[in-house]
């Protein structure tokens, strides 16, 4: 069983930066894939960004890509996403996800609770 947590949600201003963390419980984080996941208000959770667990490999959705950078540090059992020249359409709530895999693919295994991110205009 893996719990995640996330942190570092707020209310920005559109081209602003923010960082969201997430922290894993399980004792084999450094063989889980991560991402992160997004839903706006009246919309459909969506993926936005994966890191694979051997290698680092990273993929993004096409709205995020060159704005959006995940990480990881697999000694903290610690993902990062790093958001950058935010846009009012980013505001969703921000789910971190696991998955006993080598690759984020859906469904995820662990979901966490989920942190909000508001960017105003």
């Known amino acids: 069983q893996e719990q995640l947590q996330e942190s570092g949600g707020g209310l920005v201003q559109a081209g602003d930066s923010l960082r969201l963390s997430c922290t894993a419980s399980?004792?084999?984080?450094?063989?889980?894939?991560m991402g992160w996941f997004r839903q706006a208000p009246g919309k459909e959770r969506e993926f936005v960004a994966g890191?694979?667990?051997?290698?680092?490999?990273?993929n993004y959705a096409e709205s995020v890509q060159d704005r959006f950078t995940i990480s990881r540090d697999n000694a903290k059992n610690m993902v990062y996403l790093q958001m950058d020249s935010l846009k009012s359409e980013d505001t969703a709530v921000y789910y971190c996800?696991?998955?006993?895999?080598?690759?984020?693919?859906?469904?995820?295994?662990?979901w966490g609770q989920g942190t909000q991110v508001t960017v105003s205009s």
């Open positions: 996800a696991s998955k006993a895999s080598q690759a984020m693919t859906m469904p995820p295994d662990y």
């Open positions: 399980g004792r084999k984080f450094s063989t889980y894939a």
């Open positions: 890191i694979s667990w051997i290698g680092g490999r990273t």
